[in-house]
């Protein structure tokens, strides 16, 4: 019921920044959480950060904190990841997840984006 689209991904340069977008359509996301998460070519999608649908703290995987911020705008239906400081193993695709719940702990999100490879090279 919700779809969502990635964009912004890229190439750069190790200690570059990045922002990346996802814009939501068929359903308001003001009633979900919204998550990025990200995999890299053989190993398991992982969790980077959240956003509530509350008025709750947004939640980041320790790898990523301090460099990367989550942010959401449901006026525009669109949810953002500002990266900051990359490094080479910040390389994976990244999607943008929906889930009607909490989102946290991390776990089974209800819809997912398509994803947008980010690669950092040094």
């Known amino acids: 019921q919700v779809q969502m689209a990635e964009s912004g991904g890229g190439l750069v340069q190790a200690g570059d920044s990045l922002r990346l977008s996802c814009a939501a359509s068929?359903?308001?996301?003001?009633?979900?959480?919204m998550g990025w998460f990200r995999q890299a070519p053989g190993k398991e999608r992982e969790f980077v950060a959240l956003?509530?649908?509350?008025?709750?703290?947004?939640h980041y995987a320790d790898f990523v904190k301090g460099r990367f911020t989550i942010s959401r705008d449901n006026a525009k239906n669109m949810v953002y990841l500002q990266m900051s400081s990359l490094k080479p193993e910040d390389t994976a695709v990244y999607y943008c997840?929906?889930?009607?719940?909490?989102?946290?702990?991390?776990?089974?999100?209800?819809?997912w984006g398509q994803g947008t490879q980010v690669t950092v090279s040094s």
């Open positions: 997840g929906a889930h009607h719940g909490t989102g946290w702990p991390p776990g089974k999100y209800d819809y």
């Open positions: 068929g359903r308001s996301i003001v009633n979900y959480a």
């Open positions: 956003t509530p649908w509350s008025a709750a703290s947004t």
